[in-house]
């Protein structure tokens, strides 16, 4: 598992992972609001810096190394 994600790639996932997970406080009472949780996996794949679903096609936004 080599990092596959560049800086500017994991800043964006942890925001929309934020942003998404916020859902849930912000609207706890929408039917819906458990989508937020979704927000977990682009904060995780930001965290370790590496994504599964890159790795199977081939792509690298962390540049050369």
Do not use: F, H, Q
Request: glycine share 10%; net charge positive.
């Amino acid at each position: 598992m080599t990092n596959n994600m560049g800086t500017i790639d994991r800043v964006i996932r942890i925001v929309v992972g934020l942003v998404l997970l916020s859902l849930i406080v912000l609207m706890p009472e929408a039917p819906w609001r458990w989508v937020g949780l979704i927000g977990i996996v682009p904060l995780v794949t930001a965290i370790i810096g590496w994504c599964p679903a890159y790795s199977l096609i081939g792509v690298n936004t962390r540049g050369k190394s």
